[in-house]
């Protein structure tokens, strides 16, 4: 059997494990001791999603069985947090200098803004669902006053806006959306998680 960690292969000694269910049983247990848990299961090369658990938890253990686990730990999210706290208010800077950018004429500028902008809430996004598996941490942050779900219920239509905005060439509407609109609420999501 060969078991790996994030890509590393670890020596584990088994106790009464004799299913694939008890061992990935025991390794959350331990992850938990440290904040941790799995986020990626591949099972003999096969990635197992989240549905499929329950149907390989009684698949025995062979000399053959190879188990590779991907496991995120609060330290982890909260790096990613500050990193991305960081990047949001750089952003949000970026994104008030928008008009001016605009009757500058330099387009290739704004171009790489929205791009950037576009990448960093994807990227946040993935990080505050990572966040999720840690409610007792991070459960209870708001943005703006508002949790995240509200949050982006409101934010979500103001980024159709403005990709909108930018389809048809409204320079105008383009730069008051990213000044007025989208900057005070990417430097929120950029307090709210430096907190």
């Known amino acids: 059997m060969e078991f790996f960690v994030n890509n590393e292969k670890i020596d584990v000694s088994l106790e009464n494990e004799k299913t694939v269910g008890e061992v990935l049983i025991a390794f959350e247990k331990e992850f938990a001791k440290n904040e941790a848990t799995t986020v990626g299961i591949v099972l003999n090369g096969q990635s197992i999603d989240a549905g499929r658990v329950d149907e390989i938890a009684n698949e025995p253990l062979n000399d053959d069985t190879k188990l590779e686990l991907t496991v995120i730990n609060a330290l982890e999210i909260e790096s990613a947090f500050n990193a991305a706290s960081a990047d949001f208010e750089k952003l949000a800077g970026e994104l008030e200098n928008v008009p ?92 709210a998680i430096r907190k």
């Open 100 to 191: 001016v950018l605009i009757q500058s004429g330099k387009e290739k500028n704004v171009a790489d803004i929205v791009k950037t902008t576009a990448d960093e809430i994807e990227s946040f996004v993935h990080i505050l669902s990572l966040s999720s598996l840690f409610p007792e941490k991070y459960g209870k942050i708001v943005i703006g006053g508002k949790s995240f779900a509200d949050f982006f219920a409101e934010f979500s239509p103001i980024l159709k806006d403005f990709e909108n905005a930018l389809e048809s060439k409204d320079s105008v509407l383009t730069g008051d959306l990213a000044e007025y609109e989208l900057a005070p609420r990417i430097r929120d999501i950029s307090n």
